[in-house]
């Protein structure tokens, strides 16, 4: 299996833009999990979603960020516009939810984002 | 409450034994996991324990639990310079599946 797999791997970018985040969990896994890293704040649960359904999105920041999850091989992490202070690691994780409690969670290699 | 704490940084020489300790305050949380994240990389689950156990051995890695304190250790022999990464404390509460709830995860340096 190859793993959760996230793209790019790194963006950097201007104030402004828009911004978007891809990832692919592991096949069969029905959880799905966005995560921000900093050094300030640590790892961070943006918003995770069951069965492509979003279950909770209040670490979401702001309206600036949104999160899509089309199918169940899909998720994209929008923000809109982008900030220097969103500069973070973004971090995509998936699980499957007979496993969840003996195995966690499986996590991809993350986006390094600069904002400039 | 929510909240696990970890120390942030750790130094040990090459050979010595690292303890990376957490403290937890959710007394029903059911299972707790420690993973381990190298320069430039996701996070990786090393291992977990689950709440009615108070130790765990995996080769090199020990984890004790005390319930009572809500404390949590893991501890590396032998550590080498392989060892140097971040590791995260993380556990489980019982409603559901939730996600997990990480610390901020210690850095620990190995010197050689």
């Known amino acids: 299996d190859a793993g959760v797999i996230q793209s790019p791997r790194h963006e950097v970018t201007e104030m402004g833009q828009e911004v978007t985040l891809r990832c692919k969990p592991i096949?069969?896994?029905?959880?799905l999990f966005w995560y921000r890293q900093t050094m300030m704040r640590g790892l961070e649960l943006l918003i995770y979603?069951?069965?492509?359904?979003?279950?909770?999105d209040s670490g979401m920041p702001e309206d600036r960020f949104s999160a899509k999850m089309p199918n169940a091989s899909f998720s994209t992490l929008k923000i809109q516009p982008s900030e220097p202070r969103d500069s973070a690691v973004y971090f995509c994780?998936?699980?499957?939810?007979?496993?969840?409690?003996?195995?966690?969670?499986?996590f991809g290699p993350g986006t390094r984002l600069t904002v400039l | 409450g929510e909240d696990v704490e970890q120390s942030l940084f750790l130094s040990v020489r090459e050979g010595d034994s690292s303890v990376i300790n957490c403290t937890y305050t959710?007394?029903?949380?059911?299972?707790l996991y420690w993973y381990k994240q190298e320069p430039g990389a996701g996070l990786q689950l090393l291992t977990y324990?689950?709440?009615?156990?108070d130790m765990k051995q995996d080769q090199r890695l020990t984890v004790l639990l005390n319930k009572k304190d809500k404390h949590l250790s893991l501890r590396i022999a032998d550590t080498q310079t392989g060892d140097s990464a971040i590791y995260f404390c993380?556990?489980?509460?019982?409603?559901?599946?939730?996600?997990?709830?990480f610390g901020k995860g210690t850095r620990l340096s190995v010197i050689a």
């Open positions: 979603f069951n069965n492509n359904v979003p279950i909770d």
């Open positions: 993380a556990e489980r509460l019982p409603s559901g599946n939730t996600p997990l709830v």
């Open positions: 994780a998936s699980s499957r939810d007979s496993q969840i409690l003996t195995q966690g969670q499986y």
């Open positions: 096949s069969g896994h029905d959880y």
């Open positions: 324990i689950f709440s009615n156990m």
């Open positions: 959710d007394s029903s949380s059911t299972y």
